[in-house]
């Protein structure tokens, strides 16, 4: 069952001169593997770390260097969560969070879905 969904969009120029203009701003919200990609791979990090807060509804319990995109091996992104910010995620009764994230045109984007661990079978299925 959904939770909740979330979408961000960063400019990436934007988000590049903030970076520039406050380098520890890094530190402050990236973790350390992915401190070390292009603004526009940061930018659309940023965008999904914004649409998993608003998946959620809110940032309680959350701490941005707890939450790495990480890919799978076919490529997809995926949340790695960490610390306290895995076990307020996992005390909102969320058991899978689905993430795509792009970046083109000067604009990165993420869209979220948080999903529960209750599958919500219809009636119908039910009695079959």
Do not use: C, N, Q
Not at 37 to 62: F, H, N
């Amino acid at each position: 069952m959904i939770v909740g969904i979330g979408v961000d969009l960063v400019d990436i120029a934007r988000f590049e001169r903030t970076l520039e203009r406050t380098p520890r701003l890094v530190e402050r919200l990236f973790a350390p593997a992915e401190r070390v990609l292009p603004a526009r791979s940061l930018a659309a990090r940023y965008a999904a770390k914004e649409a998993l807060i608003k998946a959620l509804g809110g940032s309680d319990g959350l701490h941005w260097t707890e939450i790495e995109i990480t890919s799978e091996p076919s490529g997809r992104p995926w949340f790695t969560l960490a610390g306290s910010t895995a076990e307020a995620v996992a005390a909102k009764g969320i058991a899978t969070v689905h993430l795509s994230m792009s970046h083109d045109g000067g604009f990165a984007t993420a869209y979220v879905v948080a999903d529960s661990e209750a599958l919500v079978v219809p009636p119908a299925e039910a009695d079959a």
